[in-house]
């Protein structure tokens, strides 16, 4: 048994009851409004900090991943993408990566067959899943705003009918048959963090460099969206008492009402959690790539010359001062070595000329 995972597994389980029991014994004030303020806080300074830090970090040389031909001459290919030259061409290599995970997409496993035999294999499914859990998250992110805005905005309305795919009132106007629309990001937001989960548990390489802090954002993410499909089709809660409280704390004038169970507070109390662990962790990569200098120069070190800014004299000890120093072991080991001992080195001509012309000494 994986103890790494195990143990991110009962952090997890411990937070659930401590949200439990916290709703259970009335601090609905503390679940239901410190923490989450806390937990914004923290979530905003921390990133603004992280971003800040990379922002500062000095890069003097020209150093983007290529994985083509650098623009050169004129009959040679130019890979615009894979070498961009200019900040357009960075800006579209930028898109891709951010939109498709292009770079993912052309990632390869490598396996060693019988014998000797080296295979590679796309990671497909590795980009799919990774595409599915991320645009999942996003699509679920924006319809939550339904809960924070007032009136709803458009857009919000829009991915909600496009993300339902079960409305029977459509065919059966007024009818429901007392099931609500079925959001398919959710599922797919399930669907997708129990494949990342899979992998790292079965596949032995990924498990091998797996650790705790890799396992506890997918079982707190898992716990969010199994909370939020609990709430929407099995234990239900007042809506409109759950956005009281949510717009609440958008205008500062936080209120509990009544009427929100407990299930809502520990869907809370798990996203106040991640929000807090986000600027800590490896899901800083959303902004990190922003900031990405393998991906955000542009390539074009063939026409132009990057000199580093922080060369500086600094003392330097050269191969005459090392053969001075160690002549006579370096000739006892068999070495060759420029200078001879006692042999006095060949005048320069001009310095011989010279010697010629001086007078004889009486």
């Known amino acids: 048994m994986n103890a790494r995972y195990m143990f991110s597994l009962i952090v997890v389980i411990a937070l659930f009851l401590i ?16 923490i989450p303020y806390l937990a914004l806080l923290t979530f905003i300074v921390g990133f603004a900090y992280k971003v800040i830090g990379w922002s500062r ?27 961009p030259a200019t900040r357009w061409q960075v800006a579209a290599r930028m898109a891709l990566e951010i939109l498709t995970f292009r770079s993912l997409f052309r990632n390869t496993r490598m396996r060693l067959k019988e ?17 599915a859990f991320h645009y999942a998250f996003l699509a679920v992110l924006v319809r939550h705003l339904r809960f924070f805005t007032d009136p709803v905005p458009f857009f919000v309305t829009l991915v909600e009918n496009v993300d339902s795919f079960f409305r029977i009132e459509i065919l059966y106007p007024g009818l429901q048959f007392g099931l609500p629309g079925v959001f398919l990001s959710g599922i797919v937001l399930l669907a997708a963090v129990a494949y990342l989960f899979s992998r790292r548990l079965f596949i032995r390489q990924v498990r091998y460099i797996s650790l705790a802090s890799d396992y506890f954002p997918l079982f707190l993410i898992f716990g969010i969206a199994l909370t939020g499909i609990l709430m929407r089709y099995v234990a239900k809660i007042d809506v409109s008492a759950a956005k ?18 407990a299930v809502f ?7 106040s959690i991640l929000l807090a662990y986000f600027p800590f962790s490896k899901l800083m990569h959303l902004g990190g790539i922003f900031l990405s200098p393998t991906r955000n120069l542009t390539t074009d070190t063939r026409a132009n010359r990057h000199v580093n800014p922080w060369n500086y004299p600094v003392p330097v ?19 060759p070595v420029d200078k001879m001992p006692g042999k006095v080195p060949a005048a320069e001509p001009a310095e011989a000329a010279a010697e010629e012309e001086k007078p004889a000494e009486e």
């Open 244 to 261: 009281e409280l949510t717009m609440g704390l958008v205008t500062l004038h936080p209120t509990i009402p009544e009427g929100v169970g």
């Open 115 to 131: 014998g000797a035999t080296i295979s590679y294999q796309l990671e497909i499914f590795l980009w799919v899943g990774a595409l």
């Open 19 to 34: 949200a439990w029991a916290g709703a259970a014994i009335g601090l609905q004030v503390v679940f239901g409004i410190i």
């Open 57 to 83: 970090s000095a890069v003097p040389f020209r150093i983007p991943t290529t994985g083509g031909q650098q623009k050169s001459l004129p009959w040679i290919k130019h890979s615009m993408l894979d070498c």
């Open 265 to 271: 507070y520990i869907h809370l109390f798990f996203v």
């Open 317 to 335: 000890h050269t191969y005459e001062e090392y053969e001075d120093e160690f002549r006579d072991k370096m000739i006892e080991a068999g070495l």
